[in-house]
C-alpha cells in the first residue's frame, strides 16, 4: 500500500513556498505603507506659519491681528490674550495653495477662551473651510469667505446634544439626500465631544462631486455637489459671488470667530 507521509524533501519545498509567500506579502505591505507616507503632505511644520495667510475681517489680508494665530508648543493656537474686544474679528488663516480632490486629516481641541462679546453661537464652535475663495480676493469688510465648513462644536454642558464634523455654507449650498438642501448647517451624526478632548478630524473631497466628513475615524456626514450660492457671507466683491458655479477647488482656512482653539498634526494627499 502506498504510504500519504510527505517525504523530507515534500516538507522542505512546502517551508519555501510558504516563506516565498510570507516575504512577498512583508514586502507589498512594506511598500503600500510607504507609499502611503510618502503621499501626505504637512501642511504646518510645527515651528512657525510659514505658508499660511491670516484674513480678518475690518483688516488686510496678511494682517495676523493681535498675533490671535500663533504656534506654541507644536500647535498652531488661536489665541485671544491680546484682544480688548472681538469687534466681529472673524478671521481665518488659509494655506498659500488650493487644492482640488483630497483627504485631508488634522487634530484639534478647544481651550478654556471665549469672547464674550461674541456672538452666542461662537462658543466652543471653530471650523476649517475648503474650497473657500483666494484669500487675496476677501474684500477687508467681508466678514465670511465663500467657502464650505467642515464646523467643529463642542459639549456646552446644557444638556443638549452637539454633534461635530457638521457642515455649513457661507455662500454656497451643497446637496444633501440628492436634493439641494436649504438649511446653512447641516448636523452630522457624531457624539457631543468634551471641549477640551483632542478630536481627529478628516475631510474627504472629490472636487465638486462628492464630500465627506469623519470624526474620529468614523464617516458623520456625506454630500455632493458644492456649489456658490445662498446667504450668510457678507461684503464680498460681486464679482467672485457666481451663483450656480461649482465649486471644483479652494483655499484651506483654520477659523477663528472667538473661540479659542487649537490644531495640530494638519496633512493633506491628492486624490486622483
Not at 482640488?100 to 471653530?126: G, I, V
Not at 451643497?174 to 465631544?193: A, K
Amino acid at each position: 500500500m502506498k504510504s500519504n507521509k510527505p517525504t523530507n524533501a515534500m516538507i522542505f519545498k512546502r517551508v519555501i513556498l510558504l516563506l516565498s509567500f510570507i516575504t512577498c506579502g512583508i514586502s507589498l505591505y512594506s511598500f503600500n505603507f510607504i507609499s502611503d507616507q510618502q503621499d501626505w503632505q504637512s501642511l504646518f511644520n510645527g515651528k512657525n506659519l510659514e505658508g499660511w495667510i491670516p484674513k480678518f475681517h475690518h483688516h488686510e489680508t496678511g494682517e495676523n491681528y493681535a498675533n490671535t494665530f500663533r504656534v506654541i508648543d507644536g500647535v498652531i493656537q488661536v489665541n485671544y490674550d491680546d484682544y480688548d474686544s472681538f469687534d466681529q474679528r472673524y478671521g481665518h488663516l488659509f494655506y498659500e495653495k488650493p487644492f482640488s480632490s483630497f483627504h485631508l486629516k488634522f487634530e484639534y481641541r478647544f481651550t478654556d477662551q471665549w469672547m464674550k462679546d461674541a456672538p452666542d453661537y461662537t462658543y466652543r464652535n471653530s471650523g476649517v473651510m475648503f474650497h473657500s475663495q483666494a484669500p487675496e480676493t476677501i474684500l477687508k469688510e467681508q466678514d465670511w469667505p465663500i467657502s464650505v465648513e467642515y464646523q467643529m462644536l463642542a459639549d456646552a454642558e446644557d444638556g443638549n446634544p452637539r454633534p461635530t464634523g457638521n457642515m455649513c455654507s457661507p455662500g454656497t449650498e451643497v446637496f444633501f439626500n440628492g436634493e439641494m438642501d436649504p438649511r446653512h448647517c447641516i448636523n452630522s451624526s457624531s457624539p457631543t465631544i468634551p471641549w477640551d478632548q483632542w478630536v481627529k478630524a478628516e475631510l474627504i473631497v472629490y472636487g465638486d462631486s462628492l464630500v465627506i466628513h469623519k470624526v474620529n475615524g468614523e464617516k458623520v456626514l456625506e454630500y455632493t455637489s458644492p456649489q456658490i450660492g445662498g446667504g450668510v457671507a457678507n461684503g464680498y466683491d460681486p464679482a467672485i459671488k457666481i451663483d450656480g458655479k461649482m465649486l471644483k477647488e479652494g483655499y484651506i482656512g483654520l477659523q477663528a470667530e472667538g473661540q479659542g482653539v487649537e490644531f495640530k498634526n494638519i496633512y493633506i494627499k491628492s486624490l486622483p
